[in-house]
């Protein structure tokens, strides 16, 4: 039984070692640096009061463009939808503990009320997650409509360009060939013909001979 457990939790380390080694670490590292200099640019002349507000898009942002990356090595229905969870989760309106005049993450709100095992107020404050969530994948699953139909219409748009240069392939080669025909039937009809005299002056040669 202990075998069968070791062996369950190496296949499952497997994996994650595959997934570690597949995502792109040097351009995660890269896109990182970058995001600091410009963070810090942009931040510079900010005042202190907005800086939490700048902080928290800041790295929601930041999440969501690394979570481009991994969500490309995941199943594609996985991978978007994935992407739109923590969209939702990370950036759904929701109101200020104390204050409902200041628009705060929904999701803030949701932790909180389950931390005070409130879960009638964790129900009320996910809606707003829930609206985002739907939202979003109803505009991802017609974006796939579309892209699909678009997408079918070039490969029939290809297929007709292949099939019509297939078809003028076939007409010039068989007219080609319908030429060659017609020469290989001239030389030879030319060939009997030579046959034909030269054995008509034999026969007249061993006439005139007797």
Do not use: C
Request: proline share 4%.
């Amino acid at each position: 039984m202990s075998t069968v457990i070791n062996a369950g939790s190496e296949t499952r380390m497997d994996w994650l070692k595959n997934i570690l080694h597949s995502l792109p670490l040097e351009s995660i590292s890269d896109i990182l640096g970058e995001i600091a200099i410009w963070w810090g640019q942009m931040v510079k002349d900010v005042p202190p009061a907005d800086l939490p507000m700048y902080a928290y898009l800041g790295g929601s942002i930041l999440v969501l463009v690394l979570w481009l990356l991994v969500a490309r090595i995941l199943p594609k229905p996985l991978g978007g939808m994935s992407w739109m969870i923590l969209f939702a989760v990370l950036l759904a309106p929701g109101t200020a503990l104390g204050d409902s005049s200041e628009i705060a993450p929904a999701s803030i709100s949701v932790v909180y009320a389950v931390m005070m095992k409130d879960f009638a107020g964790a129900i009320a404050n996910m809606l707003p997650i829930l609206v985002v969530l739907v939202i979003g994948l109803f505009i991802g699953f017609m974006w796939q409509l579309i892209r699909g139909a678009f997408a079918s219409s070039l490969d029939k748009a290809r297929s007709r360009t292949a099939e019509d240069t297939q078809a003028t392939m076939q007409l010039t080669t068989g007219s080609y060939l319908a030429e060659g025909a017609t020469v290989t039937e001239q030389s030879d009809t030319n060939v009997n013909l030579e046959k034909d005299s030269t054995l008509n002056k034999k026969a007249n040669s061993d006439m005139s001979d007797k």
